[in-house]
């Protein structure tokens, strides 16, 4: 399979697989990793560039064996991952990458209504921890946003895993119109969380915002363009 061809999911590919120093430093810089870890990718890779979801994202990042099994929290054929990682102190690392404001815009959920049941119901736990004071429906406007953090929930607080959320943001992907600046990226997240009725920060909770500068990869995507 050839690099997708625009958007988040071609600047992520690029990333991962030619240039995985500069997604390293993005990861340094935002927190999610100290200064002195590394990661190993475990998606998207060369050749096939897979993505993967359910039990099979968790097992690519080595979680096994949990107290409460994720389909009791969450209807299969749940979230896609867009990259899967493990630190290299063994923590999981979950990425969902965007590269322009309308990808942060996600629709309601489209799950049928038995499965919207167990949805609803897992959103509501995620958020009652997330924002106990919150009223908001998580599975109208930034659906895809709430039920990244209600993974991550079900991870880090009922499961106790260790694991990491990171929102990965490209500046100036010129393909998308993307923004141009972190602090665009900045005021659409500040946005998503008071829609959703969010603190501000919930790095305390494991979720992290990084950003990458698309124009760092453009050498290797012109490149990956003739592979």
Excluded at 40 to 47: D, F, G, M
Aim: with cysteine; aromatic share 10%.
């Amino acid at each position: 399979m050839s690099f997708a061809s625009r958007g988040s999911q071609r600047w992520l590919q690029i990333a991962i697989n030619r240039k995985p120093e500069l997604l390293l430093g993005a990861l340094h810089r935002s927190g999610t990793i100290g200064p002195k870890s590394t990661v190993k990718w475990q998606s998207p890779l060369e050749p096939e560039f897979r993505e993967y979801r359910d039990g099979s994202a968790l097992e690519k990042t080595g979680v096994i064996n949990l107290k409460r099994p994720l389909k009791d929290f969450w209807p299969a054929r749940g979230p896609v991952w867009d990259a899967l990682a493990v630190t290299s102190e063994a923590r999981p690392l979950f990425v969902e990458a965007k590269a322009h404001i309308c990808e942060a815009a996600s629709p309601a959920s489209r799950a049928s209504q038995s499965s919207l049941q167990l949805i609803e119901r897992s959103l509501q736990q995620a958020r009652r921890f997330y924002a106990p004071g919150a009223t908001a429906t998580w599975s109208n406007l930034f659906y895809q946003y709430a039920n990244r953090l209600a993974h991550q929930y079900f991870l880090r607080e009922v499961n106790r895993v260790p694991s990491a959320l990171v929102f990965l943001y490209f500046v100036n992907a010129d393909d998308m119109l993307g923004p141009t600046s972190e602090e665009e990226w900045r005021g659409t997240v500040r946005l998503i969380h008071a829609v959703l009725g969010l603190p501000k920060d919930l790095r305390p909770h494991g979720v992290f915002d990084a950003f990458l500068d698309a124009r760092l990869l453009q050498d290797s995507a012109n490149s990956a363009s003739g592979a």
